[in-house]
Each structure stands twice: as C-alpha cells, then as structure tokens.
C-alpha cells in the first residue's frame, strides 16, 4: 500500500512539473497591435514538426528569415469593406488583403476575406487553449455565390464551355459555386520552444482543415438558344482554377504562447500528411537593421507637417509602395498602392496624431503624422 501511495505521488510531482499553460482572449491580438512574421523558406533539415505530448521541447533557434511580412491589427471601422459585414470587432491586415474577425472569450471567428464574406463564420481558432482540447467545426457552407457576366465568361471562355458539353454548347451564362470547410482542432503538445527571439512556453495547435468546392455551370447554345446545368465541374477542367483541386486539407500545427512579452503565435509549420514541412516555417521576429530593411527617412518626402487640407508623399525612385494610415487606436483610416508621388485628401479626417506606413520591395518606413483642424 505504501508503494502504491508513493507511485502515485510520483505521477502527481510529474504532472505539476510540466503544468501547462491556458491561452486566452486574453492574449490574442487586440486592435493596434503589429505582428511581424518572418518566413524561413529552407529550414535546416533538423527542424521538424517534433512530438505530441506534455513537457516537449521544440528548438527552432537556428530559423533564417527570408523575408518578413507585417501584419497589422485594426478596427473594421473604415476598411473598405465594412458595410459587409456584421458583428465583427477586429480586422487582420495582411499586405492589404484584409480578413474580418468577430473575437470573444469561445474564440477567434472569421466572417470573411476582403470582399467575400462568408455565409456562416468559420472558426479559426478555438479559445481557451488547454493542453487536450479537441473540437470540431463544421461542416459550415462558407462560400455560396452566384457568378455570371463578363467575370464568367472570362474565366470560362467558349472554348471550354465547348469541353464541357461535348460541343453542345458556347456560353456560360450562370455559375453557382459552394465552399464546404470542416476543420478539427487539437492541443496535442504542451512545453517549450526556442525561436531566434528566445525561449518561450507554449501550447502547441494541430489544425486539419478540408475544404470541399462544388462547381456547376449552366452552359448554353447563343444559336439556337437551349442549354444545360453541367454538375460537380472539376476544377482541373477551367483552365483559371486548373492550379486549385475541389477537395482540398491543410494541416498546420502551431506554437502559441499566454507569454505577455510577445505575440501569441510564435511559429506555423504547414505539412502534408506525413508530417513533412511543405511551404517552410513561418516564426514571429521583431524589425531590426538585420531582419528587415528600414527605408531611410529621406527616402520619402512627407510634407507638410502638420498638414490640414492635404498630404503629400513624394519619391524620386520609381517605388511601388503600399500606404497605409492609421490612428492612435490601429483604425485604419486610408489606404492606397501608388508609384512616385500621391497625396492624401485630409479634409474628411479628424485632428490628431497618425501613422504613415510606407512599404516597398525594399522596405518601410513609418513616420508620424499631425493633422490639424481645417
């Protein structure tokens, strides 16, 4: 009996020596905040995927960064597509392309991508993180449109739609797509990781998502006026989708830390289904004269500064440069792609203090801007 109390108090010390962590809302970005992420697209051949389970060590301090990307967090209020959609507090900024979230206490939901909002959010990521959850979302419809006129007969020219109706037909007049996902969840590792940044406690997050496209196409003869609906189209067939396959999985797994001197996704490894990294390593850095180039100040004139009626931003090099303006809060308030010179109209924008994010193949450089009461 005394053996037995003693293994079990073992076992006890050994769980409590790993004790793991609890991600929250708490720790995933709020409005403001600025993630970089750098991308090691040939990872040393040691680095892998490692092993599930509890007090893992993962050591990825040797990742090099190819390029790194800057991912802002901002208020869906003035993006460009902010009359689409509802219920959502928080955007993602991704080199323009811009993802629309609704985050609470149960997790993080995408409504939708840019222009596409999706007909049911979809879960992207579940909260609270414990070592040992699973969950599944969907099946969720996501994508249900209709598609017709010149973008269709663009992307589905004569000459296939004869392909598909053995000749019968020459014109796509309508096409109805539907984007089915399901994705599976899983905490299945709990310890530590190194990046180049330092050491870190963290959860790690295994993510299966499959996503199902069905195509179908009414097809009809300009001449004699008759068609058809062609079903369940392969996306091999349509020479613009011929790169994408109507059922598609992910897998990704993901290093995330409750850690408050960071960000919480510290590393995202994308592998096929025997754990081999496909796309590289993706890993969180900070901007630094090493690690990311910054533009020289001089390497744009911003004037005048304080500015009333109008911002002028002007380049001798022949830059194309993504501008973004936000104010103190992370809201963006403009954004634009231009080539040399632009101005900015402030006469729509309240007086106070924001910053001007100005990226180029060769960097970025933001500077602060004062804009006063016309």
């Not at 092993?51 to 960064?65: H, M």
């Not at 369940?232 to 613009?240: A, E, T």
């Not at 007086?351 to 016309?374: A, R, S």
Request: glycine share 6%; with cysteine.
């Amino acid at each position: 009996m005394k053996n037995k109390f003693c293994a079990i108090a073992l076992a006890f010390i050994g769980l409590t020596a790993f004790a793991q962590i609890t991600v929250t809302d708490a720790h995933v970005p709020s409005i403001g905040d600025i993630f970089y992420q750098a991308y090691d697209a040939s990872p040393a051949g040691f680095i892998n995927v490692g092993s599930a389970g509890i007090g893992e060590s993962w050591d990825f301090s040797v990742l090099q960064a190819s390029y790194i990307d800057t991912v802002l967090f901002i208020s869906p209020v003035g993006t460009p597509n902010a009359n689409l959609y509802n219920n959502v507090n928080i955007c993602m900024d991704d080199k323009g392309s811009i993802s629309y979230f609704n985050k609470s206490s149960a997790g993080l939901y995408m409504h939708g991508i840019s222009d596409t909002a999706f007909n049911s959010p979809a879960l992207y990521l579940p909260l609270p993180l414990t070592y040992g959850l699973t969950i599944s979302d969907g099946p969720i419809v996501v994508i249900e449109q209709t598609i017709t006129g010149t973008l269709l007969s663009s992307a589905i020219p004569p000459a296939t739609v004869a392909v598909l109706t053995n000749g019968l037909g020459n014109s796509a007049d309508t096409a109805l797509i539907q984007v089915t996902n399901t994705t599976d969840f899983e905490v299945d590792g709990s310890g530590t990781i190194t990046i180049p940044l330092g050491t870190y406690d963290v959860l790690r997050l295994k993510t299966i998502q499959n996503t199902s496209s069905v195509l179908n196409v009414y097809c009809s003869d300009t001449v004699s006026g008759m068609g058809a609906w062609i079903n369940n189209i392969s996306f091999s067939s349509i020479p613009i989708l011929a790169g994408f396959s109507n059922d598609e999985q992910e897998i990704k797994y993901q290093w995330i830390t409750n850690d408050a001197s960071v960000k919480f996704l510290l590393a995202e490894i994308v592998v096929d289904s025997l754990d081999n990294i496909t796309n590289g390593v993706s890993f969180q850095t900070i901007p630094s004269s090493s690690t990311v180039a910054e533009l020289l100040p001089n390497t744009f004139d911003v004037y005048p500064i304080p500015a009333s009626n109008q911002l002028i931003i002007e380049s001798e090099e022949s830059y194309l440069t993504d501008l973004t303006l936000l104010d103190v809060m992370g809201k963006l308030v403009f954004s634009d792609k231009f080539t040399g010179t632009t101005q900015i109209d402030l006469t729509q924008i309240s007086k106070g203090i924001y910053y001007l994010n100005l990226k180029t193949t060769e960097g970025e450089l933001t500077k602060k801007i004062i804009v006063e009461q016309q």
